[in-house]
């Protein structure tokens, strides 16, 4: 069912695509182009080819879409490229520019070309006339690096008590295919590795893992399975990287993966704002050192997530009291994160490709007493999010952090947040789930809309989305 999805793909405007060389050939079908102004028409382009991305510094300019009409029978090649939309209008002759919409405006963004035609014969009447144009070819030379594609097959726990033999291995194949329905569009015949010896010099993979029950490893005895987690992902994916080639994203991220140890030493390193925490390795630290603390406080399972093991203290006795409890049901070396509680008026989940945000939802707690807005903890989501606005501070904490793709976790004290300030950052997922956006007039909860018949649909489309903005991000790094 899911493949049938993935199969049918996204519409396409073309009448056919081939690769000619190392150029792929889109043959446009006429009649989707409408007349907007002046000589301009424009016509929507399969979104998954590199396009100009205006306002977006650096990414402005960067389509190769070269545009040839077929006129009486002749190739005429149009141009310039780029061209702003007045030129099209006013002058046109040819003029076209080919661009999407920034991601920062969310994962639907589309794709457009706005052309003008030779002469600026008619394109729709045309055919009457000697001057009629037969057929508009788009030519894109893509510039892409060697790519590849890291695949880890997965070996289930067989002795886990939900043990499921079917359902990690389909949400791996889910991704594998919807990389694999990716790299043709990018003009790429992805080299496959499985093995980390297998990777070739030079030559950029992409890679997923979506959660740490896909990886197994062996433990020594004294050590404990979440505290190693994030270490062992990072060394085995990074052990792909010996060979010369990289990994995108880098594994090395994968250190703070569900570990929020690591997170807060990174974010005081790097000074990104985030509530005050302290870090207590076992009772005795945390008994000599409570004094520190400032109440009120949430205490969290460093290893933890989804809200699990979540604990608060509003006084000295309380905070005496969770942190007994804690070390009491904590495996041995599991530290205690304790952490002031702010007042979050509004919470935010942003996620984002190569420092540029993709999608985002706010999250609205059950109340402002309750320790989390999960909705494990009856929380619920608001998919009407103002991503762009948010553009420049992922930008800089994906700068600032080294952590180039995740999902961030935000929060504010304002009901109304100025959002070019920077708020309070929980933590940073480097693989983060998303889901795709409830309809906008959707009252009900998420998990009704999850079963509703259009949500299949729209779960694999935004992954396929998701799948297209991380090829496009190896595309723009080393192309
Ligand atoms: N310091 C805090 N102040 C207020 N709310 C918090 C704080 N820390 C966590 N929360 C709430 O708990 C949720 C879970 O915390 P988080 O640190 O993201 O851990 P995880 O998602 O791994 O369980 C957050 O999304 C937020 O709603
Ligand atoms: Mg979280």
Redesign the pocket.
């Known amino acids: 069912m899911d493949m049938k999805i993935i199969k049918g793909g996204s519409s396409t405007v073309a009448k056919s695509c081939y690769r000619a060389g190392d150029a792929l050939v889109f043959e446009l079908q006429l009649r989707q182009a409408k007349k907007i102004v002046g000589y301009a028409y424009e016509m929507p382009l399969p979104d998954y080819i590199v396009a100009d991305e205006p306002g977006q510094p650096e990414f402005e300019r960067r389509s190769t879409l070269q545009l040839l009409a077929v006129q009486d029978g002749k190739t005429v090649v149009l141009g310039p490229a780029h061209s702003d939309m007045e030129r099209i209008q006013t002058v046109g002759d040819g003029a076209f520019a080919h661009w999407k919409e920034p991601l920062p405006e969310g994962p639907f963004g589309t794709s457009k070309l706005h052309f003008s035609t030779p002469g600026n014969v008619d394109l729709l009447l045309g055919w009457k006339l000697r001057k009629a144009i037969s057929q508009l070819r788009a030519v894109v030379f893509p510039l892409s690096p060697r790519m590849g594609f890291v695949e880890f097959v997965h070996k289930p726990n067989k002795k886990a008590k939900d043990y499921d033999p079917t359902k990690r291995r389909r949400r791996k194949e889910i991704h594998r295919e919807l990389f694999f329905q990716t790299f043709p569009t990018l003009g790429v015949e992805p080299h496959l590795a499985d093995r980390p010896q297998d990777t070739l010099p030079g030559v950029a993979y992409l890679w997923r893992a979506s959660h740490h029950d896909e990886f197994n490893f062996d433990l020594q005895p004294e050590e404990v399975f979440e505290k190693r987690m994030p270490y062992a992902f990072a060394e085995f994916f990074g052990s792909f990287e010996q060979t010369g080639a990289v990994l995108y994203p880098p594994p090395a991220c994968y250190k703070y993966y ?1 570990n ?1 140890v690591a997170l807060t030493e990174l974010f005081q390193g790097a000074h990104v704002q ?2 005050m ?1 302290w870090v207590f390795r076992n009772l005795a630290d945390a008994m000599a050192r409570k004094a520190e603390v400032q109440l009120p ?2 205490i ?2 460093p290893y ?7 604990l608060q203290a509003e006084t000295t006795s309380e905070l005496t009291e969770a942190l007994k409890e804690f070390f009491s049901k904590a495996k041995p070396g599991v530290e205690a994160l304790v ?6 008026l509004r ?1 935010a ?1 942003v996620t984002y490709v190569d420092g540029r945000p993709f999608h985002g939802y706010w ?1 609205i ?1 059950q109340s402002l007493k ?5 909705s494990t ?1 009856g ?1 619920y989501q608001d998919f009407n999010f103002p991503l762009a606005e948010l553009a420049p501070f992922i930008a800089s904490f994906a700068n600032k952090t080294g952590v180039p793709v995740g999902g961030v ?1 935000l ?1 504010w004290q304002e009901k109304n947040p100025d959002l070019h300030k920077e708020p ?1 950052t ?2 940073v ?1 480097p693989t983060s789930d998303i889901n795709p956006p409830s309809p906008p007039d959707w009252k009900e909860g998420y998990a009704e809309f999850k079963h509703t018949k259009g949500f299949r649909n729209a779960y694999i489309g935004i992954r396929r989305k998701w799948a297209e903005a991380m090829a496009l991000a190896v595309v723009d790094r080393w192309a």
């Open positions: 569900e929020k985030m509530p925490t406080v949430v969290k399972d933890g997530y989804s809200s699990i093991g979540l952490q002031k509680k702010v007042q979050a919470e989940r999250r707690r309750s320790a989390s807005a999960a903890r929380g976790d929060i309070f929980l933590e997922s």
